[in-house]
């Protein structure tokens, strides 16, 4: 067993590193012995299989932040983006009559 008790930080750092890149070259091996059964498997019943390989670093929806559109005037710290469902104080609001736009956020 390898003692991390000794090793001063840039040590550490250094192992981790190479730790994760052993483990990414030990994944991509695998992923690609597991595409090859599976291709061989297709081809054993006369199919072809076409694998996407996806990347890990690009998400399929960009995470942007919406600005908010309404604020409720009775507490300014209650927004909403005019998103999905209206929250409860701007439903109260509208159930009593007002309209949406009176609570517009200028910019």
Known sequence: MLDLNSKSP?????????????????QNSKRKEVIAQIKELAASIGVTVEIQESDKNTSKRSSSIVPAKYRDPSNSSNVWTGRGLAPKWMKALLDAGH???EFLISN
Request: proline share 0%.
């Open 10 to 26: 840039e040590e550490l750092v250094a192992f981790i590193n190479e730790a994760k890149s052993q483990l990414a070259a030990k």
């Open 99 to 101: 309209s949406k736009d």
